[in-house]
């Protein structure tokens, strides 16, 4: 995959204008341009006819560049399959390299993406993120899992 430049990360947090990529390029530009430019990392612009309307990051944990780390597309852009398409996209270049996997992490509250996921093949729970908080928390819901209840909820609200 191919190397992002710092040219293209800057253009690509320019694009999403969503509040916190607007944060994070006043907080973390230098950062996360760094992160996604350094090596097991690649980032891809999303066209549609012609129009950037998003990015996919890809990076490595391991020895492979196999985690879907981030897909962003213009909300006017959205439910029209582009984020779909990217994401073949990805999985496809992993296929040509020999993988077998591809990774992503998504939190329970973002039911839109899990049922993008599910529906483009990510089936398989690998790991779950657990947490103990004095703080509470607006609960949305609970999880069975083996048997045992797990609160769900948006993560960092108090």
Same mark, same amino acid.
């Given at each position: 995959?191919?190397?992002?430049?710092?040219?293209?990360?800057? /253009?690509?947090?320019?694009?999403?204008? $969503?509040?916190?990529?607007?944060?994070?390029?006043?907080? =973390? /530009?230098?950062?996360?341009?760094?992160?996604?430019?350094?090596?097991?990392? $690649?980032?891809? $612009?999303?066209?549609?006819?012609?129009?950037?309307?998003?990015?996919?990051?890809?990076?490595?944990?391991?020895?492979?560049?196999?985690?879907?780390?981030?897909?962003?597309? /213009?909300?006017?852009? =959205?439910?029209?399959?582009?984020?779909?398409?990217?994401?073949?996209? $990805?999985?496809?270049?992993?296929?040509?390299?020999?993988?077998?996997?591809?990774?992503?992490?998504?939190?329970?509250?973002?039911?839109?993406?899990? =049922?993008?996921?599910?529906?483009?093949?990510?089936?398989?729970?690998?790991?779950?993120?657990?947490?103990?908080?004095?703080?509470?928390?607006?609960?949305?819901?609970?999880?069975?899992?083996?048997?045992?209840?797990?609160?769900?909820?948006?993560?960092?609200?108090?």
């Amino acid at each position: 995959m191919k190397t992002p430049t710092r040219k293209l990360c800057w /253009r690509i947090l320019q694009l999403s204008g $969503a509040p916190i990529t607007r944060l994070l390029l006043q907080l =973390r /530009r230098r950062a996360i341009i760094e992160e996604w430019t350094s090596e097991g990392h $690649a980032l891809y $612009a999303i066209f549609s006819n012609g129009l950037e309307v998003g990015f996919l990051h890809m990076g490595s944990r391991g020895d492979a560049c196999d985690w879907l780390e981030e897909v962003f597309v /213009r909300e006017d852009f =959205r439910r029209q399959g582009i984020g779909s398409t990217a994401i073949e996209a $990805a999985w496809a270049m992993l296929r040509e390299k020999g993988l077998e996997t591809m990774y992503l992490e998504v939190v329970p509250a973002n039911e839109g993406a899990i =049922r993008l996921y599910h529906r483009l093949g990510f089936t398989n729970l690998n790991t779950l993120t657990l947490n103990r908080s004095v703080k509470e928390k607006r609960q949305l819901g609970t999880q069975n899992i083996g048997g045992l209840e797990f609160r769900t909820y948006r993560p960092n609200n108090g």
